[in-house]
């Protein structure tokens, strides 16, 4: 359903924060403590600060050499 638009990335990603927060506490408190940032991160930004790490590990290796 997201791949073919039918629902937005934030709906999708919201939908599922919804449903850690309703599981036990006490049973998963790990999936508790994440579920906020869960629904709101930008994993494009996450993306793009990787790509550019690896790029940079990159440059760095090739100038090395």
């Known amino acids: ?5 039918d629902v937005d990335r934030d ?12 599981l036990d506490s006490a049973e998963f408190p790990f999936v508790q ?9 930008d994993d494009r930004d ?4 990787a790509l ?5 590990g990159l440059r760095l290796q090739a100038g090395a050499e």
């Open 1 to 5: 359903e997201l791949a073919d638009g």
């Open 11 to 22: 709906a999708f990603l919201g939908r599922f924060a919804e449903q850690w927060r309703s």
């Open 33 to 41: 403590q994440i579920a906020e940032e869960f629904a709101g991160h």
């Open 46 to 49: 996450q993306f793009l600060a």
């Open 52 to 56: 550019e790490l690896t790029l940079s």
